[in-house]
């Protein structure tokens, strides 16, 4: 099964999403603003990209600075509650495969799930 986390309003997740269809791909759309993941599935997020959540935040966000999750001083847990509590914050889109996941920025880079 393919899932996308998805945000409608970005332009590269829509890329991706069409990407994906454009090649037979229907994946499973996560809004994710709407329907965030639980802790447990951030965790399987990272570990299918194979990083830590930290690596998978939007950097750019404003909430970002203003929690000050910049300073390094927030542990997995605490990255991960506050994806949860916050996720305006997950990074976008995010394609999950087979066990393997990779952030769909460019866009292309979604397909390497798939030329296996």
Do not use: Q
Not at 11 to 34: D, F, M, N, Q, T
């Amino acid at each position: 099964m393919t899932r996308i986390y998805h945000n409608p309003r970005c332009s590269k997740s829509r890329a991706v999403l069409s990407l994906l269809e454009a090649r037979g791909i229907e994946p499973e759309v996560v809004r994710y603003l709407e329907t965030p993941p639980d802790a447990d599935t951030l965790r399987g997020i990272a570990a299918a990209l194979g990083c830590s959540v930290g690596d998978f935040m939007r950097k750019g966000e404003a909430l970002y600075r203003e929690l000050g999750i910049a300073d390094g001083n927030h542990d997995e847990d605490a990255l991960i509650r506050l994806i949860v509590d916050n996720p305006v914050l997950l990074e976008r889109p995010i394609v999950v495969h087979d066990g393997r996941a990779v952030i769909g920025r460019p866009p292309e880079a979604a397909l390497t799930l798939f030329d296996r």
